[in-house]
């Protein structure tokens, strides 16, 4: 699975509301118009407790929110968040381990959530054996 792969299966994984926006790549707005997240690979690593080729992925995901109002960005992101938090439980491919509240910008409420995935070598179409006649 390549970079690019893994970034739009995370896309397609999460269960993000229809009306966010997903950026699935290292680029900021400038401006926010809409809930925005933003994927960002960010490190591959060997998982050495499985078979060779399985490889974990880290991903930062930044959730930004468009309101200007402080309070009400963070009542409208905090729910948002858990809410996904809590879709992620249980995948098999898919985890996290934290996530930060921070301002984007200086200007925008956000929660960076760090996410890695799984994912292993696809196994090569065996060959059919071949009937020897003796």
């Given amino acids: 699975m390549s970079d690019e792969s893994v970034r739009h299966y995370l ?3 999460l269960a993000l509301p229809a009306d966010w926006a997903v950026i699935p790549e290292q680029r900021f707005p400038e401006t926010i118009a809409k809930t925005t997240v933003v ?8 998982l050495p407790e499985a078979p060779i080729g ?3 992925h880290t991903i930062e995901l930044s959730v930004i929110d468009p309101r200007q109002d402080i309070a009400k ?3 409208a992101l905090d729910d948002a968040l858990v809410t996904l938090i809590q879709s992620l439980d249980g995948h098999p491919a898919i985890n ?3 996530a930060e509240k921070t301002m984007h910008r200086d200007t925008y409420v956000a929660w960076n959530l760090t996410l890695t995935v799984i994912t292993s070598t696809p196994e090569p ?3 059919p054996d071949e009937e020897t006649e003796e």
Avoid: M, S, V
């Avoid at 994927?39 to 060997?46: M, V, Y």
């Fill in 73 to 75: 960005a963070e009542d």
């Fill in 11 to 13: 896309a397609a994984e």
């Fill in 96 to 98: 996290w381990t934290g």
């Fill in 39 to 46: 994927l960002q690979h960010t490190r591959i690593e060997k």
């Fill in 54 to 56: 399985h490889l974990r």
């Fill in 125 to 127: 179409d065996e060959e």
